[in-house]
Every structure is written in structure tokens, then in C-alpha cells.
């Protein structure tokens, strides 16, 4: 088993800025991908953001791309999220995800499907 646990959640102002943490336990694989994801009361989860094993690729979904940025510490078995510019619109739970797949060292994909492992969530509210 992997379990990943997420922390950094809590209540900012918009237009104010918080960082999310992913810290990675238990049997871990080499070369895997990470992902973000949120999902907001009656709506489906949706990709946030995706980092490759080398963390020299990463890839971000329209609605945040220029204000997310995703990042990661392997030798802490960490992945980080730091937004920006927070609208009232972000609030969400937010997951962290490993694919544990090969194809993570070059690539990492915005597909719930291809993950294996998720954390907890944890809860980001955007004050107006």
C-alpha cells in the first residue's frame, strides 16, 4: 500500500495565495507521476495539475494554468501545489495522486482512470 496525505488546506481571502503539500509513504515505486485534483460540493473531480518523475514537465488545466504551480521533492517523496491569485471558484477538496506507472518518468497524464493511489483530500475555501 501508498498512502498519500495532503496538507496546507484551510480558508484564504481571493486573491491571496496557499501552498499544498503531498507527502508520500509506504511502499513506493520509482519513476511515478503525480496529479492534483479537486472536486467541489455536486460536481465531478476534476484535473488541477500533473508532474513527471523529473519534475522537468508538468502540465495544468485551463482554469488555472498561470496561477497553480506544481512541484515536487523526491528526495522527501513530496509534491507540492502553490496557488495564486485565488478566486472563490477554487474551493474544493483537493487530492493529490500517484500513477505508478513507467510512463511517469517522461509523462504524466489529467486522467482520474490512470492513477492508483489518492489521498484524503483536504479542503481550500476562497473567501469573496
Given at each position: 500500500?501508498v498512502?498519500?496525505?495532503?496538507?496546507?488546506?484551510?480558508?484564504?481571502?481571493?486573491?491571496?495565495?496557499?501552498?499544498?503539500?503531498?507527502?508520500?509513504?509506504?511502499?513506493?515505486?520509482?519513476?511515478?507521476?503525480?496529479?492534483?485534483?479537486?472536486?467541489?460540493?455536486?460536481?465531478?473531480?476534476?484535473?488541477?495539475?500533473?508532474?513527471?518523475?523529473?519534475?522537468?514537465?508538468?502540465?495544468?488545466?485551463?482554469?488555472?494554468?498561470?496561477?497553480?504551480?506544481?512541484?515536487?521533492?523526491?528526495?522527501?517523496?513530496?509534491?507540492?501545489?502553490?496557488?495564486?491569485?485565488?478566486?472563490?471558484?477554487?474551493?474544493?477538496?483537493?487530492?493529490?495522486?500517484a500513477d505508478?506507472?513507467?510512463?511517469?518518468?517522461?509523462?504524466?497524464?489529467?486522467?482520474?482512470?490512470?492513477?492508483?493511489?489518492?489521498?484524503?483530500?483536504?479542503?481550500?475555501?476562497?473567501?469573496?
Amino acid at each position: 500500500q501508498v498512502q498519500l496525505v495532503e496538507s496546507g488546506g484551510g480558508l484564504v481571502q481571493a486573491g491571496g495565495s496557499s501552498r499544498l503539500s503531498c507527502a508520500a509513504s509506504g511502499r513506493t515505486f520509482s519513476s511515478y507521476a503525480m496529479g492534483w485534483f479537486r472536486q467541489a460540493p455536486g460536481k465531478e473531480r476534476e484535473f488541477v495539475a500533473a508532474i513527471t518523475w523529473s519534475g522537468v514537465r508538468s502540465y495544468y488545466a485551463d482554469s488555472v494554468k498561470g496561477r497553480f504551480t506544481i512541484f515536487r521533492d523526491n528526495s522527501k517523496n513530496t509534491v507540492y501545489l502553490q496557488m495564486n491569485s485565488l478566486k472563490p471558484e477554487d474551493t474544493a477538496v483537493y487530492y493529490c495522486a500517484a500513477d505508478l506507472s513507467p510512463r511517469g518518468q517522461y509523462s504524466a497524464t489529467s486522467l482520474i482512470g490512470e492513477y492508483d493511489y489518492w489521498g484524503q483530500g483536504t479542503q481550500v475555501t476562497v473567501s469573496s
